[in-house]
């Protein structure tokens, strides 16, 4: 059973940084696909980034582009999020995944909170 646990968030003044991380566990990390949405207070959960299983392709939405960067390191089972330039319009819940064609597994969230 696939396991995501997320960490890394917190509050930031506008103009800073974080970096999300995403353990995952339960099966072979290598061979799926790695993202992130996130949910604001009060709106719909949207896409934020993905990433193939081997690294070469990112997706990004772009309200983020450029700022936000998506990686992974298959050998630690580890995605991440870089975040610069934040805005208080990224304050929400940022939940990992794991995608399997259509299908996918998700974490339990963690608060990144922008104040202005």
């Known amino acids: 059973q696939v396991q995501l646990v997320e960490s890394g968030g917190g509050l930031v003044q506008a103009g800073g940084s974080l970096r999300l991380s995403c353990a995952a566990s339960?099966?072979?990390?290598?061979?799926?696909?790695m993202g992130w949405f996130r949910q604001a207070p009060g709106k719909e959960r949207e896409f934020v980034a993905e990433?193939?299983?081997?690294?070469?392709?990112?997706y990004a939405t772009d309200s983020v582009k450029g700022r936000f960067t998506i990686s992974r390191d298959n050998a630690k089972n580890t995605a991440y999020l870089q975040m610069n330039s934040l805005k208080p319009e990224d304050t929400a819940v940022y939940y990992c995944?794991?995608?399997?064609?259509?299908?996918?597994?998700w974490g339990q969230g963690t608060q990144v909170t922008v104040s202005s």
């Open positions: 990433i193939t299983w081997n690294g070469f392709t990112t």
């Open positions: 339960g099966r072979t990390f290598s061979r799926y696909e």
């Open positions: 995944y794991q995608r399997e064609g259509s299908l996918r597994n």
